[in-house]
């Protein structure tokens, strides 16, 4: 992390502020999540849904087509669909599912449970036998969808939690740092935080830099500190403005060497290398013939 310099009136109390480039990336992921959140409800809400129907309808064909072949089409309707995969997916683990029309009436229930259609208005049909001519009008031009599986709903539904959830803790995370206010008395050195107390450089007993790559600073405050005494405080330098200036302004009262060493490598990070000397030059004039 650069090092910044506090260039305002020293005699004056400042205020910190939100730092522009941490909201706007926080908004920036915000919107991100949101529109993950957005796609994953348009997905659970609408798109699945449609594509399950569309597959379900094309198991109903196939069920309505069974029960012909069987000569049971006018009995196809289900009263109780619930009750009816119960039945069939127990017959069905047993593996005792010994009729075509019974394999396809539990494929087409299958598919309408999964998108929350197992119900007896989806599933209640007064006249079978229209129902499927006209099925197979619809069919004859028509592409049956992939079909989904038991989870593909579920998890779309887990993506809108997770979207929006993502994006209302980050706009309260805002919120948040913005009800959050550092104040600097250059005269005295004194930062006070948000919670009320203050420290000067006497306070603090290390500047902890082991995340300053993530700006982010810990204080660990001397134990004769009033509030505070013993404690590590985390200060997060990104967020706002200007408390990393402040942090070294103070670091460089305690710990003057620390400075003065910084500087240094500083100076020979900034130095020119070495430049080789060059070759001496041969001034001799040629000597004359014997």
């Not at 010994?98 to 007064?126: C, F, M, Y």
């Not at 250059?186 to 450089?201: H, I, V």
């Not at 790559?213 to 500190?225: C, E, N, P």
Request: a negative charge; proline letters at 6%; one cysteine or more.
């Amino acid at each position: 992390m650069s090092e910044i310099h506090n260039t305002s009136d020293t005699s004056g109390v400042q205020n910190t502020k939100v730092s522009k480039k941490w909201l706007v990336r926080t908004l920036g992921f915000a919107i991100f999540v949101c529109i993950f959140g957005c796609w994953g409800l348009f997905d659970a809400v609408i798109a699945y849904p449609q594509r399950g129907a569309n597959v379900a309808e094309k198991f109903e064909l196939e069920y309505l087509r069974a029960a012909e072949q069987s000569r049971v089409l006018d009995s196809a309707s289900v009263a109780d669909p619930a009750g009816e995969i119960a039945r069939l997916r127990e017959k069905n683990t047993q593996q005792q599912l010994t009729s075509a029309v019974e394999g396809a009436r539990l494929q087409w229930l299958n598919a309408l449970d999964t998108i929350g259609r197992a119900k007896p208005e989806h599933t209640t049909i007064a006249d079978p036998r229209g129902r499927k001519s006209q099925l197979e009008e619809v069919w004859a031009k028509k592409t049956p969808s992939e079909p989904l599986a038991a989870w593909d709903l579920p998890l779309q539904w887990g993506i809108t939690v997770a979207g929006f959830g993502a994006t209302a803790w980050l706009l309260l995370l805002i919120v948040m740092v913005k009800g959050k206010t550092y104040t600097w008395n250059a005269a005295t050195q004194t930062l006070r935080l948000p919670g009320g107390a203050s420290l000067t450089p006497a306070d603090v007993e290390d500047f902890d830099k082991r995340r300053w790559d993530k700006f982010l600073i810990f204080l660990k405050i001397k134990s004769s500190h009033a509030q505070l005494g013993g404690q590590e405080l985390k200060l997060d330098l990104l967020r706002y403005e200007p408390l990393e200036s402040w942090v070294l302004e103070m670091e460089k009262t305690a710990f003057p060497e620390r400075a003065l060493q910084a500087e240094a490598e500083k100076a020979a990070d900034t130095a020119p290398a070495d430049v080789p000397p060059a070759a001496p030059e041969n001034n001799q004039s040629d000597k004359p013939a014997a």
